[in-house]
């Protein structure tokens, strides 16, 4: 729960819609990245970091995915107003958002060939770093470019040591 959630008495927190999107994703063929990825493989709780939303990784039609999702939280949270928007021309980029008095991405659904087996899965620990080395690249020097800096010190260490033990960095299905 954030500050501002507690002060103006706002529900769902952000907590309460993470875990309602991530039961959902338990029966889609979807991959996690982003921060809750990164949160994923951080084995010190120091290192865990803020973040407002869940980026999955789809095969296809990311507007299905959202619509369907947005359909979920509408029912279960009938007091909120969630809405779907593109976030790029070709619609391989869509976000479900929360609006009101706190508009927030809750959700992003981004067309990509990773695709692996079981339900959901989290992308792998190398490919994350991949994606936050380009995420970094394209924003240097802006306040999100430093995030991604400090994410990859972390995730790089956190490889590091698994490699060291002789573990996987592969993709992860949980549940």
Known sequence: MTLREFKENISPTIDELHRKILGWARD??????????????????????????????????????????????AKEYPDNDFFVESLSDDMARVAVIRGGTLPLFIADFILSSITGSGSPRCVSLDVLIQMKEEAEKNRRGTPRGYQDMADLMRLRKVAEARKARGGENGITTFD
Do not use: W
């Not at 990245?33 to 010190?44: K, R, V």
């Not at 973040?51 to 947005?70: C, G, H």
């Open 28 to 73: 889609q063929p979807v991959v996690i990245c982003g921060g809750q990825a990164h949160n994923f493989y951080m084995e010190d709780e120091n290192d865990v970091r803020y973040t407002a939303d869940v980026d999955f990784l789809v095969e296809t039609n990311p507007i299905n995915y959202a619509q369907n999702l947005k359909s979920l939280l």
